[in-house]
């Protein structure tokens, strides 16, 4: 399996460590993961010091270079509309482009509110764009550890992993936080999950 991954080398100028603290650290673990298991995994940074233009070009000659993709994921820090790698509302076509020529099956959006609208939102577009599962946080909070997870499919459908306010929430937001769940989400299956949260009624995965 080819697993491709991005993350912001460079700490934002107001905050102390959200590169080093948090996106480097958590994308060298993703990419140990894969490597592991066999797959080919390779971890590439982005200077988010750098113009739109730069960073954008940066991500795009890596995936030029990738005949097949099966996982992709981004660390760093994403809005509804776009994401600090150089991507937004007048380009997410070049970077969905890329994914659906490389046939990208899941891609994982380490990066905050890019799942809040389900209508005109990041996660939303480049999954309709690039026939790409995405998932995507629907608020702020730490890279991987955010409970907020949803999902959007293809057609531009989309479900909540668990849905806040779930009698599995609790167990989700501990095991996010504790274990290496965010990083294999793509390849859990519901039956798998609610064993993990430990769980045996789907319904407890929804509100």
């Given amino acids: 399996m080819r697993v491709v991954s991005f993350y912001t080398s460079t700490n934002s100028p107001n905050k102390k460590a959200d590169a080093t603290g948090a996106f480097i ?3 060298k673990d993703f990419t140990k993961l894969y490597e592991i298991q066999g797959d080919t995994a390779s971890r590439h940074p982005i200077n988010c010091t750098a113009p739109q233009a730069k960073r954008k070009e940066a991500v795009l000659d890596v995936l030029d270079d990738c005949a097949r993709i099966d996982l992709a994921a981004h660390f760093g820090h ?3 509309k776009s994401i600090q790698h150089g991507f937004g509302p007048l380009n997410v076509e070049s970077l969905a482009a890329e994914y659906k020529r490389a046939c990208t099956q899941n ?3 380490f990066m905050c ?3 809040q609208d389900p209508v005109e939102g990041f996660a939303v577009k480049l999954a309709k764009l690039s026939g790409a599962r995405v998932f995507s946080h629907t608020t702020a909070g730490h890279a991987t550890t955010n409970p907020y997870v949803r ?3 293809a057609d531009g459908s989309y479900k909540w992993l668990v849905e806040p306010g779930a009698p599995a929430w609790k ?3 501990r095991m996010l936080d504790t274990t290496d769940l965010p990083y294999r989400l793509p390849f859990v299956t519901q039956e798998q999950l609610m ?3 430990g769980v045996t009624d789907p319904k407890d995965l929804q509100k």
């Fill in 25 to 27: 650290p958590k994308c």
């Fill in 78 to 80: 994403g809005l509804s």
């Fill in 151 to 153: 999902v959007f499919e």
């Fill in 107 to 109: 891609i994982l959006l």
């Fill in 171 to 173: 167990a989700w937001d």
């Fill in 195 to 197: 064993k993990i949260l």
């Fill in 113 to 115: 509110l890019t799942g």
